[in-house]
């Protein structure tokens, strides 16, 4: 299927900062989704977006559509030890199918 | 309340058994996914189906079986034939829009001793 590369792999950080992660695509998507996974549960979509150069906030989280298309950012400000969880992004190909990047896997330290 | 259920959550089972994973929402979605999750790496699709009677295969399907008899309920079989069937196994639904959107359970861990 269709490959998301998503980066970094994992990240520790303190209470307190602001957090990056991006996932970048070979193929134009329309819409970038991304999901969060608490520890052993399943993903929770956080933030949709269907717009190239589009820029959504939902609360501490801000994630981008990029211009190219091919690629998607998210945010998050002023973490707290809640935000702890592995990040998703994702995107559609062929019809209703959906291909997830591999995650980022955030610790926050209080 | 709207949303998907999974049973069981945890589930364990000896090498050479069939084992099935249920899956029902009753979120009228006529969409229904089953994922495999490893540590360390993304969802990959086992099979999906987008309406009663139908299914298809994603990209791991083989050692794996389904059915969509109802609109409401999608159950996953891993077969014997399943190499490494030790994992975290997710249902999702969406409304089959173009947004891609799914709606996850909260998944059901299978350990093979």
């Known amino acids: 299927g269709q490959q998301l590369n998503q980066s970094p792999q994992s990240m520790f950080i303190q209470e307190g900062e602001d957090v990056s992660m991006n996932c970048t695509s070979s193929s134009i998507f329309n819409t970038w989704l991304w999901y969060k996974q608490d520890p052993g549960e399943g993903p929770v979509l956080l933030i949709a977006?269907?717009?190239?150069?589009e820029l959504t906030s939902n609360g501490r989280l801000t994630a981008q559509f990029g211009i190219t298309r091919k690629d998607s950012f998210l945010n998050i400000s002023a973490s707290i030890p809640s935000d702890v969880g592995i990040y998703f992004c994702?995107?559609?190909?062929?019809?209703?199918?959906?291909?997830f990047g591999e995650g980022t896997q955030l610790t926050v330290n209080p | 309340d709207g949303g998907i259920t999974q049973s069981p959550k945890y589930l364990f089972r000896k090498e050479g058994q069939n084992v099935t994973l249920s899956c029902e929402q009753n979120?009228?979605?006529?969409?229904m996914y089953w994922y495999r999750q490893d540590p360390g790496q993304g969802l990959r699709l086992i099979y999906y189906?987008?309406?009663?009677?139908?299914?298809q295969k994603g990209d791991i399907a083989e050692g794996y079986s389904v059915s969509r008899e109802k609109k409401e309920s999608f159950p996953l079989t891993v077969t014997s034939a399943q190499k490494n069937p030790t994992a975290f196994y997710l249902c999702?639904?969406?409304?089959?829009?173009?947004?891609?959107?799914?709606?996850f359970g909260e998944g059901s861990r299978l350990t093979v001793l």
């Open positions: 994702a995107g559609p190909y062929s019809g209703s199918r959906l291909t």
């Open positions: 977006l269907y717009k190239a150069g």
């Open positions: 189906s987008q309406i009663v009677n139908d299914f």
């Open positions: 979120l009228n979605h006529d969409a």
């Open positions: 999702a639904s969406s409304n089959g829009g173009g947004s891609g959107e799914l709606f």
